[in-house]
């Protein structure tokens, strides 16, 4: 069974670097063919792709973000970190973790985490 | 990058209704790496089609998808209460992985 889970903070200011987690179970990411990825929503907006990083640690960003974001693996603690800087007001969203794989649903985001609300805020 | 088009915004339908949601790629976008979701208020979404026509597990066979190149297709064909959601499409095939802006499915 395949469970993903997001942490960090709550709460954060303007112009402070947003650290989140992503632990998850149920599978490696040391396999051939996966993927975890993050994406964000803003309250009431739709989704927005953020991140990925493949198994053999290979990672995309968000052109529009991609100053901004870091994204690494630690396989050992099954465990997927993003940082976010300069983080604004506008950074307000709920942050999903997602699994994706070449072998069970086409690349798609078939498990997600709950998601993680982040506010910006002085 | 691929940009989605979802349309309409918002669909206002009865249960038994059948549903019709569109997603336009500015692009051709391999039909192996579409994807399309549901969201439900306060929920993560879920995953209802990859490879613009599989059904993924668990998902009712009144969902389907079709579609190939810039258009593409969410049908579900008689609408239960449990349906009214926000839909997503997704591509999944070449970086960045670009959402649509999401169709809202409401209750007439």
């Known amino acids: 069974q395949i469970t993903l889970k997001e942490s960090g903070p709550m709460l954060v200011k303007p112009t402070q670097t947003l650290t989140l987690t992503c632990t998850f179970s149920?599978?490696?990411?040391?396999?051939?063919?996966?993927?975890v990825g993050w994406i964000r929503q803003p309250p009431g907006k739709a989704l927005e792709w953020l991140a990925l990083?493949?198994?053999?640690?290979?990672?995309r960003y968000s052109p529009s973000l991609k100053s901004r974001l870091t994204i690494t693996k630690d396989t050992s603690k099954n465990q997927v970190v993003l940082t976010m800087t300069n983080m604004d007001p506008v950074d307000t969203a709920t942050y999903y973790c997602a699994h994706r794989s070449s072998h069970t649903s086409n690349w798609s985001f078939d498990y997600w985490g709950q998601g993680t609300l982040v506010s910006v805020s002085s | 990058e691929i940009v989605l088009t979802q349309s309409p915004g918002t669909l206002s339908l009865s249960p038994g209704e059948r549903a019709t949601l569109s997603c336009r790629a500015s692009q051709s976008v391999s039909s192996n790496y579409l994807a399309w979701y549901q969201q439900k208020p306060g929920q993560a979404p879920r995953l209802l089609i990859y490879g613009a026509s599989s059904r993924a597990t668990g998902i009712p066979d009144r969902f389907s998808g079709s579609g190939s190149g810039t258009d593409f297709i969410l049908t579900i064909s008689r609408l239960e209460p449990e349906d009214f959601a926000v839909y997503y499409c997704?591509?999944?095939?070449?970086?960045?992985?670009?959402f649509g802006q999401g169709t809202k499915l409401d209750i007439k």
């Open positions: 149920g599978f490696s990411l040391s396999t051939s063919g996966v993927s």
């Open positions: 997704q591509q999944c095939g070449s970086s960045p992985f670009t």
């Open positions: 990083i493949y198994w053999d640690d290979d990672k």
